[in-house]
């Protein structure tokens, strides 16, 4: 079970928003740490989305944000589309030295 | 554009040592600013960080595995190792190798090789 707790599911259809939360502790996200996020299609490696909380990098579309608050954090999808039918990790430093990811969560969409 | 290709064998039996090899193109190792990083993912499952080196050498591992591993690097060559012994079943997986950077207190990895598929059996 992962520090970083994730839904494991979460789905919408084609044009709405969505968000997927991740729920640290004060060890990792509620220390400071900054969060970053990944979209992982089956099968494939897993591809940065967003970086340190709140940035994208070069490439990907602005459709995709990410906040951090507290000991959590989300990533939002608005516009959504079919090819970001996904599996999606959030990642954080933690105090113990370790590097987690969370638990993953399966965007289906409709 | 940096690209990373893992190498290795695909079948272990239980108490073997895994040998990987990540070899980096399109940038270089001893340019500093990033660490060479490996990663794991269990069939069907979640995401796991193992471990990661800087080009000076400094290693960085996974608690829960750092007795096992050891993380290497060869500059001149722009590859960089892993060695995980006393290897199980709960070992198998896919093995990705990284590239990744400190930000706000935190690694992400911005380029990743295709993965390697690691099986433990006897």
């Known amino acids: 079970q992962s520090v970083l707790t994730q839904p494991p599911s979460v789905s919408g259809a084609p044009g709405q928003r969505v968000t997927i939360s991740c729920t640290g502790t004060?060890?990792?996200?509620?220390?400071?740490?900054?969060v970053h996020w990944y979209q992982q299609v089956p099968g494939t490696a897993p591809k940065l989305l967003i970086y340190g909380n709140n940035n994208r990098p070069s490439g990907v579309p602005d459709r995709f944000s990410g906040s951090r608050s507290g000991t959590s954090a989300s990533l939002a999808i608005t516009g959504l589309q079919a090819e970001d039918e996904a599996d999606y990790y959030c990642?954080?430093?933690?105090?113990?030295?370790?590097?987690?990811f969370g638990g993953g969560t399966k965007l289906t969409v409709l | 554009q940096v690209r990373l290709q893992e190498s290795g064998p695909g079948l272990l039996k239980p108490s073997q040592t895994l040998s990987l090899m990540c070899t980096v193109s399109?940038?270089?190792?001893?340019?500093?600013?990033?660490?060479w990083s490996w990663i794991r993912q269990r069939r069907g499952g979640g995401l796991e960080w193992i471990g990661h080196i800087s080009h000076s050498g400094n290693t960085y591992n996974s608690p829960s595995l750092k007795s096992r591993l050891t993380i290497s690097v060869d500059t001149s060559k722009n590859e960089f190792f892993l060695s995980l012994t006393s290897m199980t079943a709960a070992d198998t997986a896919m093995y990705f190798c990284?590239?990744?950077?400190?930000?706000?207190?935190?690694?992400?990895?911005?380029?990743w090789g295709q993965g390697t598929l690691v099986t433990v059996s006897s």
């Open positions: 990642q954080a430093n933690d105090i113990s030295l370790n590097a987690p």
């Open positions: 004060s060890s990792n996200i509620g220390a400071g740490y900054d």
């Open positions: 399109g940038d270089s190792i001893s340019s500093g600013g990033y660490h």
């Open positions: 990284a590239r990744g950077r400190l930000w706000g207190g935190s690694y992400y990895w911005d380029s």
